[in-house]
């Protein structure tokens, strides 16, 4: 089934291969519970920003999975081959995955930028061609933004100093 234009989709970054292999093999994706936006607490779709470590798709988005279910364990359950590793007893969001599938176009970052979540919806990831259009509020927000849009108002990100 479609998910609905205003479904939430929480996307989230993909730093190196053998967690995409996970998500696509293992049908699963870890998130450390105290970074996640409030807002992407179990949202129904879950899609990937990948970093530089992934070459030609670095800097952009071209997978995405439905999320079924989410649990909160210790990193080491996840990882028990990393005993050691800094962050092995933090708890993290196992998020369990449906498919990877990829969307139909790539939604690319024309510039780098350090993303670690973003959260955004259904309609806006199937629409958008570069990173800085997934971001967006309520649907009071978007209707506000499109009418702006429409007429002509709104400058882009990169006209502000940050």
């Known amino acids: 089934m479609e998910p609905d234009r205003y479904t939430t989709v929480l996307i989230a970054i993909m730093n190196n291969p053998r967690d995409l292999a996970i998500a696509r093999d293992q049908h699963w ?5 105290k970074h996640l936006p409030q807002r992407g607490f179990h949202a129904p779709i879950l899609a990937f920003y990948q970093t530089k ?3 030609e798709q670095k800097w952009s988005i ?15 359950q996840l990882l028990p081959d990393e005993p050691s590793h800094p962050r092995a007893n933090e708890l993290y969001y196992k998020v369990h ?5 990829t969307l139909p176009h790539p939604i690319v970052s ?5 993303i670690t979540f973003i959260v955004t919806h259904w ?3 199937l629409e958008a061609q570069e990173i ?5 509020g309520s649907i009071w927000e ?7 849009r429409r007429l002509g108002r709104l400058a882009e990100e990169d006209d502000f100093d940050w």
């Open 110 to 114: 024309r510039k780098w930028r350090r």
């Open 62 to 76: 071209n997978y995405y999975a439905h999320t079924t279910t989410w649990e909160m364990v210790p990193r080491i």
């Open 142 to 148: 978007e209707r506000l933004w499109r009418a702006l």
């Open 123 to 125: 309609g806006r990831l």
């Open 29 to 33: 994706y870890r998130i450390p519970v």
């Open 97 to 101: 995955l449906g498919e990877l599938r």
């Open 53 to 55: 470590e992934f070459g």
């Open 132 to 136: 800085n259009q997934l971001l967006h």
